[in-house]
């Protein structure tokens, strides 16, 4: 390959391609044309051929679909490597393969997966022709999650002793890294704080700590005059007084811009996947895709 100071950035990206198909043992046709379409590079690919079209010129998101209906047509997966974010397409789709691909500094090329992860265009080549890469509806958090848990004072509104709760300083992650934050509600019990398994970190936390003296009260239900009704939630220490969901919240929001003074890192086990609607090119790191859980009903002989 001709070293990329020499081509144009169209050229480069297109040898990217030639040569992800060597690796892969695939022959494939450089300046293709179909019936009604061409590729940048055309990769027959058993039963599964993509045409790949490099397009650095902006490209309206009717135009791109336009084109498109003419690959799908002839049974043809079109993938689309553009330089420049495409008006309108405000999310990724499972009828376009669309991908943004940068320069590094004429040492590389990466392809900028959104919030998720910038990768190597040629390893993101090889894995989208081998069909690694699949859109999915749903992003899917791996069971085991790093969690970072942050501390602050919280004096009781009743007895006025000191208090010490925690937030969950760390979004969840799936293995394609989409971040995840599970739904929460105010008054409905459901706060990540709440969990269990996080509860339980900074019940060790506290406990392997005792030479900072962490006040930590139990965390249950209570009743709340407020809403007339019980809910989980933080309560003090030394009098049980519950700490309002509102109150915890708006000095969650207040902290978020403070220095963290005392924080506790931990691996939790979810037990169950979290699931939330986020529509992406799923390219985990280790074959698990956020595949929608499918229940299988037994069947009854
Ligand atoms: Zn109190
Ligand atoms: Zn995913």
Same mark, same amino acid.
């Given at each position: ?12 990206? +297109? ?20 019936? &009604? ?16 079209e490099v397009q650095l010129s902006p490209q309206s998101l009717k135009k791109t679909l336009e084109r498109q209906a003419k690959f799908e047509r002839d049974g043809i997966i079109g993938c689309w490597l553009f330089e420049n974010p495409v008006s309108k397409l405000n999310n990724e789709r499972p009828d376009l393969p669309l991908f943004y691909v940068e320069n590094d500094n004429y ?19 090889? *894995? ?16 085991? +999650? ?43 019990? *459901? ?25 930590? &009260? +139990? ?15 933080? &309560? ?7 700490? &309002? ?57």
């Amino acid at each position: 390959m001709i070293h990329p100071k020499y081509l144009s950035k169209h050229d480069w990206i +297109q040898a990217e391609i030639l040569s992800a198909c060597d690796i892969l043992g695939i022959e494939a046709a450089r300046e293709f044309r179909g019936k &009604g379409w061409r590729a940048d590079v055309f990769v027959p690919n058993n039963g599964r051929p993509i045409a790949f079209e490099v397009q650095l010129s902006p490209q309206s998101l009717k135009k791109t679909l336009e084109r498109q209906a003419k690959f799908e047509r002839d049974g043809i997966i079109g993938c689309w490597l553009f330089e420049n974010p495409v008006s309108k397409l405000n999310n990724e789709r499972p009828d376009l393969p669309l991908f943004y691909v940068e320069n590094d500094n004429y040492t590389s090329l990466l392809v900028n997966l959104g919030d998720r992860r910038k990768v190597e265009l040629h390893m993101f080549l090889e *894995n989208f022709i081998s069909n690694n890469i699949r859109f999915n509806s749903v992003a899917k958090t791996h069971t085991k +999650q790093l969690v970072n848990l942050v501390f602050y004072d919280m004096p009781c509104w009743k007895c006025g002793e000191m208090n010490q709760l925690y937030y969950v300083d760390s979004l969840f992650s799936s293995s394609c890294n989409a971040k995840i934050r599970p739904k929460e509600m105010m008054w409905e019990s *459901n706060s990540t704080e709440y969990r269990q398994e996080i509860v339980e970190l900074a019940s060790k936390f506290i406990e392997n700590r005792k030479d900072l003296n962490l006040k930590l &009260g +139990q965390i249950k239900k209570r009743y709340s005059n407020t809403i007339e009704d019980s809910y989980t939630s933080f &309560g003090c220490y030394n009098c049980d007084s519950l700490f &309002g969901d509102w109150f915890v919240m708006k000095a969650k929001l207040e902290l978020k811009y403070e220095p963290k003074e005392l924080t506790c890192q931990g691996e939790i086990d979810l037990g169950e996947s979290v699931e939330l609607d986020i529509p992406h090119w799923c390219f985990p790191n280790n074959g698990q895709f956020c595949e929608k859980e499918i229940k299988t009903v037994a069947n009854k002989a």
